[in-house]
T-cell receptor, first 115, second 107 residues
Framework: DTAVSQTPKYLVTQMGNDKSIKCEQN?????MYWYKQDSKKFLKIMFS???????INETVPNRFSPKSPDKAHLNLHINSLELGDSAVYFC??????????????FGEGSRLTVL | GQNIDQPTEMTATEGAIVQINCTYQ??????LFWYQQHAGEAPTFLSY????GLEEKGRFSSFLSRSKGYSYLLLKELQMKDSASYLC????????FGAGTTVTVRA
């Protein structure tokens, strides 16, 4: 009964391919996020959704397309993968959003390696 | 925008105390968080400060001065399992993280 679960945990693929990462939370939270953690361990927000609506889009290339079919799920699709996309992608959720954002609950991460 | 600074690395001995500083400049502020991240794992919540002062939670304490844009995380009675990265994060309409401080605890 993992609170925030993402799949796959590891993904190795070639440049130019398209791939997806899925995330689900069973905490009943309204807000979900995608963060990218690069090789220098810097954790950077990419997107945030609140009740299926996009509320944060942090200047991410449009090759990255998030989709939230319902408030418990947030998926990330990446087109035309590049070497620089190699990173660990963390999904997270929180009960509220904006200035009321409380603690974030993170998934285990999906390590993407682009060859 | 946000600017969140913390030292890259710190080393300490088992049983000792380590203080990790974090300075920030943000356009809005509604709280500062500290997270712990072990290698290969997800970040986990440690502490939250929204008012000035010290919050104590067992061996870990966190301090905030909003006027100075400054926080620190204090780890007491260090144990080997405390070897991890410690991330400072500021809530400025979204949670933005510093680059993290890697703490190595030596026997």
């Amino acid at each position: 009964d993992t609170a925030v679960s993402q799949t796959p945990k590891y993904l190795v693929t070639q440049m130019g391919n398209d791939k997806s990462i899925k995330c689900e939370q069973n905490l009943g939270h309204d807000t979900m996020y995608w963060y990218k953690q690069d090789s220098k361990k810097f954790l950077k927000i990419m997107f945030s959704y609140n009740n299926k609506e996009l509320i944060i889009n942090e200047t991410v290339p449009n090759r990255f397309s998030p989709k939230s079919p319902d408030k418990a799920h947030l998926n990330l699709h990446i087109n035309s993968l590049e070497l620089g996309d190699s990173a660990v992608y963390f999904c997270a959720s929180s009960p509220l959003t904006g200035l009321n954002t409380g603690e974030l609950f993170f998934g285990e991460g999906s390590r993407l390696t682009v060859l | 925008g946000q600017n969140i600074d913390q030292p890259t690395e710190m080393t300490a001995t088992e049983g000792a105390i380590v203080q990790i500083n974090c300075t920030y400049q943000t356009s809005g502020f509604n709280g500062l968080f500290w997270y712990q991240q072990h290698a290969g794992e997800a970040p986990t919540f440690l502490s939250y400060n929204v008012l000035d002062g010290l919050e104590e939670k067992g061996r870990f304490s966190s301090f905030l001065s909003r006027s100075k844009g400054y926080s620190y995380l204090l780890l007491k009675e260090l144990q080997m399992k405390d070897s991890a990265s410690y991330l400072c994060a500021v809530n400025d309409y979204k949670l933005s993280f510093g680059a993290g401080t890697t703490v190595t605890v030596r026997a």
